[in-house]
């Protein structure tokens, strides 16, 4: 059993060193979401408004997110930014887009992501009639 001077002492040692692996641990993880965002374009596979299919609104459009948090939607040469963020901690992503018309101003809101990959992201956004459910996949 150790002396309770030096359970001290081991507390003040090893504390600090596990605080600082949390957040070594966790700024990977941001590095990860970083890359994967970053890295390549996106397109939607689908996108459900509560209970209707409106996927076909977005034909066309491509993705690109950069690390500064603008995200660009383009279609045939036409870009429109927005912003977004990811949060790790509560596994969402918020995005706006404020000047732009529908389709791009409905991904507006904090998505919170349900299942995800290096190629794909599954996520939700909770509205005041159910829920939106966004797929987009990555650009091969």
């Not at 996108?47 to 209707?52: F, H, K, Q, S």
Request: glycine share 6%; aromatic share 12%.
């Amino acid at each position: 059993m150790l002396h309770p001077h030096r359970r001290l002492l081991f507390a003040l040692f090893f504390f600090p060193l596990f605080i600082s692996c949390e957040k070594l641990i966790e700024d990977k993880k941001k590095d990860l979401l970083m890359e994967i965002i970053t890295n390549g374009t996106w397109y939607i596979h689908q996108y459900r408004e509560v209970d209707t299919d409106i996927t076909e609104e977005f034909s066309g459009y491509q993705f690109q997110f950069f690390e500064n948090g603008v995200v660009t939607g383009e279609k045939e040469a036409a870009a429109t930014d927005g912003v977004w963020e990811g949060d790790v901690e509560n596994i969402s992503i918020h995005a706006n887009f404020p000047s732009a018309a529908p389709p791009l101003s409905k991904l507006s809101g904090i998505w919170k992501i349900k299942d995800s990959g290096r190629d794909f992201v599954k996520a939700e956004m909770t509205v005041s009639t159910g829920k939106n459910l966004l797929h987009l996949l990555k650009n091969k």
